[in-house]
């Protein structure tokens, strides 16, 4: 069974920094692309930052220069530090995993805000 569980979420000042975490089980991580995707309210979901199998990493442009993705093959996890956070990063982040199949996490909520 394949399970995304992300942590690190929570309420940040503007300006303020995060560390979102996400572990995954039931599939063979390293061949995964794995994303960071957010959804602020009434906006649809969008790409944060992704990065594939050999560590090439893409980013939204809102988020470039703040964001980094990375990830560890040897612990199954992918991380988001998020740098110099906007009132605009405020919504629910989720990790994404995708090869084979397409699976989410549950998402965990950032909020920025003064």
């Known amino acids: 069974q394949v399970q995304l569980v992300e942590s690190g979420g929570g309420l940040v000042q503007p300006g303020g920094s995060l560390r979102l975490s996400c572990a995954a089980s039931?599939?063979?991580?390293?061949?995964?692309?794995m994303g960071w995707y957010r959804q602020a309210p009434g906006k649809q979901r969008e790409l944060v930052a992704s990065i594939t199998s050999d560590g090439s990493t893409n980013y939204a442009d809102s988020v470039k220069g703040r964001f980094t993705i990375s990830r560890d093959n040897s612990k199954n996890t992918v991380q988001l530090q998020m740098n110099s956070l906007k009132l605009d990063d405020t919504g629910v982040y989720y990790c994404?995993?995708?090869?084979?199949?397409?699976?989410w996490g549950q998402g965990t909520q950032v909020t920025v805000s003064s």
């Open positions: 039931g599939i063979r991580f390293s061949m995964y692309i």
């Open positions: 994404n995993a995708r090869f084979t199949t397409n699976t």
